[in-house]
C-alpha cells in the first residue's frame, strides 16, 4: 500500500514557475513507478511526466517537453516536479500516481497503469 500526498500548487504567471512535491507513505516507494497527471473540469485525465522506480528513465508529455522536469529522492520517499516556463494551458488539478513496472528504467504513460493516486493539488496559471 502506497499513500500519496501532492503539495506546492497555487497561482503563478505566465512564464513562472513552480514545484510540485509528492510525499509518499509505506516502504515500497523506491519500487514503485511515479508520474505526474493533470486534468481540468470537463476533460479526461492527461499523462505530464513519470519517472522510473530507479530514477534513471524518464518520460514527459510533448505539451511539456523542455519546460518540466521530474525528480525523486527515494531516501525522502518524495517525488518532485519542477515547472518552468508555464503557460495557461497548464493549469489543472496535478495528481501524483504510483505503479510498478519491471524493468528498473520503466516508465508508465498511461492512467489505468497506476496503481495509487494522490488527491491532486490545484495549479492556476494567468495569463
Known amino acids: 500500500q502506497v499513500q500519496l500526498v501532492e503539495s506546492g500548487g497555487g497561482l503563478v504567471q505566465t512564464g513562472g514557475s513552480l514545484r510540485l512535491s509528492c510525499a509518499a507513505s509505506g516502504r515500497t516507494f523506491s519500487e514503485h513507478v511515479m508520474g505526474w497527471f493533470r486534468q481540468v473540469p470537463g476533460k479526461e485525465r492527461e499523462f505530464v511526466i513519470s519517472?522510473?522506480?530507479?530514477?534513471?528513465?524518464?518520460g514527459a508529455a510533448d505539451s511539456v517537453k523542455g519546460r518540466f522536469t521530474i525528480s525523486r529522492d527515494n531516501a525522502k520517499n518524495t517525488v518532485y516536479l519542477q515547472m518552468n516556463g508555464l503557460k495557461p494551458e497548464d493549469t489543472g488539478v496535478y495528481y501524483c500516481?504510483?505503479?510498478?513496472?519491471?524493468?528498473?528504467?520503466?516508465?508508465?504513460?498511461?492512467?489505468?497503469?497506476?496503481?495509487?493516486w494522490g488527491q491532486g493539488t490545484q495549479v492556476t496559471v494567468s495569463s
Open positions: 500516481a504510483a505503479g510498478v513496472a519491471p524493468n528498473p528504467n520503466g516508465v508508465l504513460f498511461e492512467s489505468h497503469e497506476y496503481r495509487y
Open positions: 519517472i522510473s522506480w530507479s530514477g534513471g528513465g524518464t
